[in-house]
């Protein structure tokens, strides 16, 4: 197993960490929560990365199962027993981010260009069921990346699941007011006061993302759907005035893209975020997007980072 080198006698907030080297290309992944701490490419930083000493701020780069985004009040239904999650988002009286947030993964493979972690998802209060998330991260010859997630029910009985993730998006030095962001997407989810989705509009105005806007300054925290795909991939994009671009593509297994724009990273004026879900925020509910897994069968969500510099 090779761990990268920068944590030489240093205890990591987010245990181990694995170094990927190919394409001209570095990224480094933490076993906490499977997160991609840090990517650049011919030495251009493409995601926010933070320090190893704190853990991922505002859940930057992080893998999320078996569900993503919020779950209104931790409450949902399951054959009309009541399940209740931890509530992790108190202020909102939400769980958020999934059961694996502050779990440790463990390596099943690794080799210079790619690593394979797992966690195992234990039953508990409020999700009943036994199960892994693996997740492989490749770079390829070119120096992008890709990401596959894949859930493995343990179970006796079908689970239900939406898988996602929590990559910030940079562009080297370049301030992200200078940004544009692209998103191929006909429909986003509006929002109550606690960010639960309320309804599926048409895109328009701030939220018309099609055709690329300049990265707004006032916040946002929706998912979009309807997304619009080339050969079965979608890409969505943040570029700079010169030309360079970084994309976030994925397959069809993704329905859904979270947009959050924050004033809160450390550091920065703005941050951008563009999350892959199979599913959107309070899916356990709603059954948008939701997912059933039956025993001992997997899902595979494939997603990666592709940029022109």
Known sequence: MTTSPETAGIRAATGTQFTLRHGGATAIIASLAAGLRHYDKGGVELVESYPLDAIAPGAAGITLAPFANRIDGGLWQLNGTRQQLDITEVPRNNAIHGLLRNTGYHCLEQSQA???????????????????????????????????????????????????????????????????????????????????????????????????????????????????????????????????????????????????????????????????????ANAFNSGDGLRWLGAGEHFTMTWGIESLL
């Open 114 to 280: 790619h690593v394979l972690l797992e966690a195992v998802i234990h039953p508990q209060h409020g999700y009943p069921f036994l199960a892994r998330h693996q997740v492989r991260y490749e770079l390829l010859a070119s120096g992008d990346l890709r990401v596959a997630q894949t859930l493995i029910n343990d179970s006796t009985g079908a689970a239900p699941f939406v898988l996602g993730a929590h990559p910030y998006f940079t562009l080297g030095d370049t301030a992200p007011e200078d940004l544009r962001i692209q998103v191929n997407a006909a429909t986003y989810l509006t929002v109550n006061e606690r960010m639960i989705p309320t309804a599926a509009v048409e895109v328009s105005g701030v939220f018309d993302l099609r055709e690329g806007q300049a990265v707004p300054e006032s916040l946002m925290d929706h998912a979009f759907t309807d997304l619009l795909t080339d050969d079965g991939v979608a890409r969505h994009t943040l570029s700079a005035q010169d030309g360079r671009s970084v994309s976030l593509w994925h397959d069809s297994s993704v329905q859904y893209v979270h947009v959050y724009i924050t004033k809160a990273f450390p550091g920065r004026s703005l941050a951008v975020a563009m999350e892959p879900m199979t599913g959107p």
